[in-house]
């Protein structure tokens, strides 16, 4: 079993500046890419990004050029750096992990992040 839990989330202008972390614990070695996902009010649960074991990183249009994910493998931790925050950001932040034989994903609770106009 592997425990995601996020923080970092709070309530921005827009223009601002967030930085998410989900720490990582339980059986860490099964998890071959970490991710993080959100979800709006009536929308989808939808990608925002996500970064593999080796490192490599891809990112949803719309957030490309402004969110950074990030890993510390020694803090079992994984980061998103939001900038320039739009309200269309706003959203419940879910970290996620897939584990590697079998695609199983792992969640976290969500943080809720609000961008104010």
């Known amino acids: 079993q592997v425990q995601l839990v996020e923080s970092g989330g709070g309530l921005v202008q827009a223009g601002g500046s967030l930085r998410l972390s989900c720490a990582a614990s339980g059986s860490i070695f099964s998890i071959r890419a970490m991710g993080w996902y959100r979800q709006a009010p009536g929308k989808q649960r939808e990608l925002v990004a996500r970064i593999t074991s080796g490192g490599s990183t891809n990112y949803a249009d719309s957030v490309k050029g402004r969110f950074t994910i990030s890993r510390d493998n020694a803090k079992n931790t994984v980061y998103l750096q939001m900038n320039s925050l739009k309200p269309e950001d706003t959203a419940v932040y879910y970290c996620?992990?897939?584990?590697?034989?079998?695609?199983?994903?792992?969640w976290g609770q969500g943080t809720q992040v609000t961008v104010s106009s």
């Open positions: 996620n992990g897939v584990r590697d034989w079998d695609n199983y994903d792992y």
